[in-house]
């Protein structure tokens, strides 16, 4: 379980918003890490926030609630036609997966959190994501495709987009020092349909 999901299973069991300093306390992590994926779950519209206790100087405090997102009330069939639907728009371009591998690296960049080590961020983004990855070592076995009917019919689109989700989490700035580590191979549908990422080192070795 990722420490979002965490989060989320503490605000659910919740009978009132809980502040960061509490949910800290309940998953065992620093609250600035807490606060950054709060942050996250709240621009997904996976959890609210409201100011809490008496008013007085300075900034209010947050409570946090959890709130059924769509994702929660349906099957997603409805994004998955739309993903099925950019695939084949992209397909149709002449760099279709260039553009495919910048838009994950964007999305990559974006959900990756600063203060976390880049393979232990990897999985836990791969893990909201859906993947349901497994660490092997070098390489991270993706045991669910969130998006298989695009993939199985666009695989060149739709691999670069993870592909690129993949590297621009590990690319992302980090507050302290780690190896520079690169997506050296993804192969598809392997055992079924799982995916194997072979993660390196900057320049190619494993």
Not at 55 to 71: I, K, V, W
Not at 140 to 146: A, M, T
Request: aromatic letters at 2%.
């Amino acid at each position: 379980m990722s420490l979002r999901q965490e989060l989320l299973a503490v605000l659910r069991d919740a009978d009132e918003p809980l502040t960061v300093r509490h949910l800290a306390a309940a998953v065992g992590r620093p609250p600035t890490t807490v606060r950054f994926h709060l942050d996250r779950l709240q621009r997904d519209g996976a959890v609210a926030a409201r100011p809490v206790g008496q008013a007085g100087p300075g900034r209010p405090r947050l409570g946090y609630t959890a709130r059924r997102a769509s994702a929660d009330r349906d099957d997603g069939s409805e994004y998955r036609l739309l993903a099925g639907a950019l695939a084949e728009a992209l397909a149709d371009h002449p760099d279709g997966p260039g553009r495919a591998l910048a838009a994950g690296v964007a999305l990559g960049s974006a959900r990756a959190n600063p203060d976390a080590e880049p393979l232990d961020d990897l999985v836990d983004v791969l893990t909201d994501a859906g993947f349901a990855p497994v660490a092997e070592a070098d390489r991270i076995r993706l045991c669910r495709c969130p998006f298989l009917e695009a993939a199985r019919a666009q695989p060149a689109i739709t691999c670069s987009v993870h592909r690129g989700l993949m590297q621009g989490v590990l690319d992302a700035p980090r507050t302290g020092d780690a190896p520079a580590r690169q997506v050296t191979a993804l192969e598809a549908f392997v055992d079924g349909d799982q995916c194997l990422a072979t993660i390196g080192t900057a320049g190619g070795q494993r």
